[in-house]
């Protein structure tokens, strides 16, 4: 007897130990206080049954819970013991059937919770797996069970499943909505091990894996955040078959597919780094002084998580350009949001697809999302209520609140060419706020080499005087020194595919003019308004090196 009793005690104390390591601590909690507080209906979203149900298995061994598993296919079945439930009803699969059981069970429970109670049981759980296609489609008979359900005062509480949130208006507010969590670091760490040790066994040419995983651990497990173990399993296999290594930005190519499947948000690949970025000293030092603070080891010393970054500036001076090499220096998956995706015609779908594209980019964490122009996107949410019913002035709103109180590690990268369509609540969710202005003299320069060396044309080779070109240029936005350039290839390339000259950039800028001519009242108003209110992007710690080659060309100002 007392060996039985000691190995219920173990077994015990291991479910315990296996609940407290799955999904998070507020889930549980919320999940327990549900149960305890005995909400008869309750929906649970998940993208991984199998994760759940495991879950489940612990929770109800570890705290006392009958729990029973139903689906269309397989019937209604006990959890752990995965046998089959004795019924004399032939059509258990049906959904009205398995809905007349549990009112029959959760009747009988009024009478007997004393005694559930003296053996130890805590309550009775139903979990309908996929049961949301049911609600989608429900007609009166389901609608009225389910109702009738949730106003039986019972111990039993049945957990609805499905991949996202659907009810009819009957039935809106009869459930209570809880969401599994994906796999935390913990459970992400034990697959890692078991992969690992799994390869080493089989190919005992590959030790060298448990060292390079206890090297960069943290690295390996943050680039699979926000998948489920199904696929993060996946991805490192993957890895190990075409790398013989965990090599992080193949796995992170494994996120792109949650993108792809939804539309909401473009996954771009960064194909420059802040070396491609000239001039902008001051935000780059800034960027780079968060490098590293999404890491665990920043968390540990207590860094937060930096919340994003807002850039105001003119066209075509590199704040796109500086989000993408954002997330080079970062090594985080970049999404970029379009507001005008955000919206349809449909009721209510606007708002929906805003709560996807927020869980998209918490899904696939810690991650950077980038929305280009959002000026564009804000101008109308004060208006909004004339024009659109207030749709945008809703959208705009649960942003706003996300942004105050997001605790997954998603950096907002905002850029924006009108200050004026800003406003203030939302320019305060930012970490800083920055403003690119024209590109100085140095930093003109700057911006000529680093093109230059883009179009692989070295200005030393070709003997380009990078200084008579910064003179020249002066009001010109780096998108328009890149055109000059562009425009002088072409010249060359028509001409016998000669040599480019410091003289033919002069030309090319002498068949434009730039866009601060148009607009230089608009731009004055924007510089005198940032002076007072932003932190200037280009203000860089050092003087810029300027090249001067007037040794080799006599030119004409």
């Known amino acids: 007897m007392k060996k039985e009793k000691d190995e219920c005690i173990n077994m015990l104390e291991k479910h315990k130990k296996a609940l407290d390591i799955m999904a998070t601590k507020e889930f549980t909690t919320e999940l327990i206080a549900l149960l305890r507080s005995r909400t008869s209906l309750i929906y649970l979203t998940c993208n991984e049954e199998r994760r759940m149900l495991t879950y489940f298995e612990h929770l109800s061994a570890s705290r006392g819970y009958t729990t029973s598993v139903w689906d269309c296919y397989r019937g209604l079945y006990d959890l752990i013991s995965d046998e089959q439930a004795v019924s004399t009803v032939s059509d258990i699969k049906e959904p009205e059937v398995i809905l007349d059981k549990i009112i029959e069970v959760a009747m009988l429970s009024k009478e007997s919770a004393k005694s559930m109670k003296a053996d130890g049981v805590s309550g009775i759980i139903y979990i309908l797996l996929d049961f949301h296609r049911f609600i989608e489609d429900a007609d009166a008979g389901i609608e009225r069970r389910l109702k009738t359900i949730s106003q039986l005062p019972s111990v039993v509480s049945v957990i609805v499943t499905g991949p996202n949130y659907v009810s009819t208006p009957s039935l809106e507010n009869e459930f209570s909505l809880i969401d599994f969590p994906y796999p935390n670091n913990e459970e992400i760490s034990i697959e890692l091990d078991t992969i690992v040790q799994r390869v080493s066994i089989k190919q005992g040419k590959m030790p060298y894996l448990k060292k390079k995983l206890e090297e960069n651990r943290s690295e390996i497990i943050q680039s699979v955040s926000g998948l489920t173990c199904k696929d993060a399993q996946k991805a490192f296999c993957k890895s190990l078959v075409n790398y013989s290594d965990f090599d992080i930005?193949?796995?992170?190519?494994?996120?792109?597919?949650?993108?792809?499947?939804?539309?909401?948000?473009?996954?771009?690949?960064?194909?420059?780094?802040?070396?491609?970025?000239?001039?902008?000293?001051?935000?780059?030092?800034?960027?780079?002084?968060?490098?590293?603070?999404?890491?665990?080891?920043?968390?540990?010393?207590?860094?937060?998580?930096?919340?994003?970054?807002?850039?105001?500036?003119?066209?075509?001076?590199?704040?796109?350009?500086?989000?993408?090499?954002?997330?080079?220096?970062?090594?985080?998956?970049?999404?970029?949001l379009d507001f005008g995706k955000l919206f349809s015609s449909f009721v209510g779908s606007s708002e929906e697809t805003t709560r996807i594209a927020i869980k998209l980019a918490e899904q696939v964490s810690p991650s950077i999302l980038w929305i280009d122009e959002v000026e564009k996107g804000l101008s109308g949410s004060k208006s909004s209520g004339q024009t659109d019913g207030g749709t945008t002035a809703r959208v705009v709103g649960t942003f706003l609140t996300w942004m105050e109180e997001k605790e997954a590690s998603v950096f907002m990268f905002c850029t924006a060419n009108d200050h004026s369509q800003i406003p203030p609540e939302f320019m305060r969710r930012f970490d800083e706020v920055f403003f690119v202005d024209l590109p100085t003299l140095e930093e003109r320069s700057q911006i000529y080499e680093v093109l230059l060396r883009k179009y692989d044309r070295d200005y030393e080779k070709y003997k380009i005087d990078l200084l008579t070109l910064a003179q020249k240029s002066e009001n010109y936005s780096g998108s328009e020194i890149e055109k000059s350039i562009v425009e002088s290839l072409h010249a060359c390339y028509n001409e016998g595919k000669r040599d480019l000259s410091t003289k033919d950039i002069l030309n090319s800028l002498d068949n434009f003019n730039p866009l601060f001519k148009i607009r230089e009242a608009e731009f004055s108003d924007m510089r005198a308004w940032a002076k007072e209110t932003c932190r200037l992007a280009n203000s860089a710690n050092k003087k810029l090196k300027i090249a001067s080659n007037k040794q080799y060309e006599n030119i004409d100002l």
């Open 249 to 336: 930005p193949y796995i992170l190519k494994e996120k792109q597919q949650i993108i792809r499947k939804h539309g909401v948000l473009e996954f771009f690949e960064p194909k420059v780094t802040m070396d491609d970025i000239g001039g902008l000293g001051e935000m780059v030092n800034w960027l780079k002084l968060r490098k590293n603070d999404f890491t665990q080891d920043a968390r540990d010393f207590n860094i937060p998580t930096p919340k994003g970054l807002l850039v105001l500036g003119f066209p075509g001076v590199g704040k796109s350009l500086t989000a993408k090499a954002t997330s080079s220096l970062f090594g985080l998956p970049l999404l970029r």
